[in-house]
């Protein structure tokens, strides 16, 4: 059976109405961006851990915390992505745009990105279906959108609301 992430203790959990470890009560949205399914499955809440120039200046290799039991390795063409920010990042097997129709949108793979694996990659606004989310600029949230757990369905407010 499929497993949910639980915001609170982190534990992956089955998607119950509440968490068998810590009793969090789940909300839909806990429960559709999990590996159960809905439109943000395999879409993460990440924190960029490292930020490493790459020799085609257009690109970055990234290594970010999405809550697995190992970082991710992503390389992105975001300018201002920066090390300790939380991101949301569309990993392997994530449909992009989120919630399209998988025949007639991009699966995420493993990529060779300027000689570099590419595990992952991150999101704007526009990938997410949020309104008012900017075409190529990396979605940032704050701290208080758990590291592994799903985006939020809207653009917050601001960061960290």
Same mark, same amino acid.
Request: charged share 25%.
């Given at each position: 059976?499929?497993?949910?992430?639980?915001?609170?203790?982190?534990?992956?959990?089955?998607?119950?109405?509440?968490?068998?470890?810590?009793?969090?009560?789940?909300?839909?949205?806990?429960?559709? %961006?999990?590996?159960? %399914? %809905?439109?943000?499955?395999?879409?993460?809440?990440?924190?960029?851990?490292?930020?490493?120039?790459?020799?085609?200046?257009?690109?970055?290799?990234?290594?970010?915390?999405?809550?697995?039991?190992?970082?991710?390795?992503?390389?992105?063409?975001?300018?201002?992505?920066?090390?300790?920010?939380?991101?949301?990042?569309?990993?392997?097997?994530?449909?992009?745009?989120?919630?399209?129709?998988?025949?007639?949108?991009?699966?995420?793979?493993?990529? +060779?990105?300027? #000689?570099?694996?590419?595990?992952?990659?991150?999101?704007?606004?526009?990938?997410?279906?949020?309104?008012? %989310?900017?075409? #190529?600029?990396?979605?940032?949230?704050?701290?208080?959108?758990?590291?592994?757990?799903?985006?939020?369905?809207?653009?917050?407010?601001?960061?960290? +609301?």
């Amino acid at each position: 059976m499929a497993t949910v992430l639980c915001p609170e203790c982190k534990m992956d959990v089955e998607p119950e109405e509440f968490c068998q470890e810590c009793g969090y009560e789940f909300t839909e949205a806990d429960l559709a %961006g999990g590996a159960a %399914g %809905g439109k943000y499955a395999g879409y993460k809440v990440g924190v960029i851990l490292s930020v490493e120039a790459m020799k085609d200046k257009k690109y970055k290799a990234l290594t970010v915390d999405v809550g697995a039991d190992e970082p991710v390795a992503i390389v992105t063409n975001a300018k201002h992505a920066e090390e300790g920010e939380r991101v949301v990042v569309a990993t392997i097997g994530a449909v992009v745009p989120a919630g399209a129709d998988p025949e007639e949108a991009t699966t995420v793979a493993k990529a +060779s990105v300027g #000689g570099r694996a590419s595990h992952g990659m991150l999101c704007d606004g526009v990938m997410l279906g949020w309104k008012g %989310g900017a075409n #190529g600029v990396a979605v940032k949230l704050g701290e208080d959108f758990p590291i592994g757990g799903p985006p939020p369905d809207a653009k917050p407010a601001k960061a960290g +609301s």
